[in-house]
């Protein structure tokens, strides 16, 4: 069964705006990760945050963690085109099966 | 992080052939493989869990006769689909990770058979 729930399913976006998805899990975690995946392609990933922080950022990548809520936000700002994809959020407890959520289909348009 | 390969990155076979497919950690021990499988349009769904040394334990629903998981060394997983059909073409990713660190994923098999 899906551990991780991504909100919206889908979301379209002019290019330049900002992206934030959520993701909502069920379980306690060591870590959640965000991944990324053009159609047809592979994952790519994008963030780890651990349990015990609450934000992290890379490049125009924002993810916040809030454990008692037992939920995640991806925000992508100053969103390109080529962001254009499936993001998954996937939720770890360290010792078992990654489990993944259901994604979030990302479109920008030029 | 560290990384993991999966080969081949695509395949395609013909109906009632055999597919192997390859995982290895190639700057870690993997003592636990998980293998997942990926219809069109939706999410990853977990297939089995190997730990090295040990038969894999299968989520309910997948036959364990048709995909045959090995994990023999601490580095490499392979899953060999038998007898593979249509419906079996799909995107195939494995996971890995070292005791009770993260997982990390391999890019991923993409699986057609004709």
């Known amino acids: 069964s899906q551990q991780g729930e991504e909100d919206p399913q889908a979301l379209s976006i002019q290019e330049g705006e900002n992206a934030t998805m959520n993701c909502s899990y069920k379980?306690?975690?060591?870590?959640l990760q965000w991944y990324r995946q053009n159609s047809g392609r592979g994952l790519v990933h994008l963030i780890l945050?651990?349990?015990?922080?609450r934000e992290k950022h890379s490049g125009r990548l924002r993810v916040t963690l809030d454990t008692s809520k037992k939920s995640s936000s991806l925000l992508i700002t100053a969103s390109r085109a080529a962001d254009t994809a499936s993001y998954f959020c996937a939720t770890d407890k360290g010792y078992q099966k990654v489990t993944f959520g259901i994604g979030t289909k990302l479109q920008v348009i030029p | 992080g560290a990384v993991v390969s999966q080969h081949p990155s695509w395949v395609i076979c013909k109906s009632g052939t055999s597919v192997k497919i390859e995982c290895r950690s190639l700057d870690f021990q993997a003592t636990t493989m998980f293998w997942y499988r990926q219809f069109p349009k939706q999410s990853l769904m977990l297939m089995a869990t190997?730990?090295?040394?040990?038969?894999?334990?299968?989520e309910q629903g997948v036959e364990k006769d048709k995909f045959l998981i090995n994990h023999a060394s601490l580095t490499l997983s392979t899953l060999t689909v038998t007898s593979a059909h249509p419906e079996d073409s799909s995107f195939y990713i494995c996971?890995?990770?070292?005791?009770?660190?993260?997982?990390?994923f391999g890019q991923g098999t993409r699986l057609t058979v004709v």
């Open positions: 996971s890995a990770r070292e005791k009770n660190t993260e997982a990390f």
């Open positions: 945050i651990r349990s015990n922080e």
């Open positions: 379980t306690s975690i060591n870590n």
């Open positions: 190997s730990n090295e040394g040990s038969k894999a334990t299968y």
